[in-house]
Nanobody, 123 residues
Framework: QVQLVESGGGLVQAGGSLSLSCAASGRTFSGYTLGWFRQAPGKEREFVGA????????YYADSVKGRFTISRDNAKTTVYLQMNSLKPEDTAVYHC????????????????WGQGTQVTVSS
């Protein structure tokens, strides 16, 4: 059974940093893409970034490019989202997801989802 468990959320002031983790288990993820999405109150869930497990290529939404960095630890089967220069508009529940395919920005590509972790950025 595939499980994705996010951790690391919390409250931070604008301009600060947080690092989220997504521990993946239940299968090998070679050939998979691990994505991060977020959903703010009253808004639709949106793509944040993604990383290909094999090769490590990364992709980011324009809104976070240059501020957020995705990495992975193969040995721990964990994906990280390092968030710097946080803004109040980054406040959301952050989810990680796993799926196969190339359309990494489409939620429908992902088969497995974590429960999410809350990130709150105060002004």
């Amino acid at each position: 059974q595939v499980q994705l468990v996010e951790s690391g959320g919390g409250l931070v002031q604008a301009g600060g940093s947080l690092s989220l983790s997504c521990a993946a288990s239940g299968r090998t993820f070679s050939g998979y893409t691990l994505g991060w999405f977020r959903q703010a109150p009253g808004k639709e869930r949106e793509f944040v970034g993604a990383i290909r497990w094999s090769g490590g290529s990364t992709y980011y939404a324009d809104s976070v490019k240059g501020r957020f960095t995705i990495s992975r630890d193969n040995a721990k089967t964990t994906v990280y989202l390092q968030m710097n220069s946080l803004k109040p508009e980054d406040t959301a529940v952050y989810h990680c997801a796993a799926g196969r395919g190339t359309l990494y920005y489409y939620q429908t590509m992902y088969d497995y989802w974590g429960q999410g972790t809350q990130v709150t950025v105060s002004s």
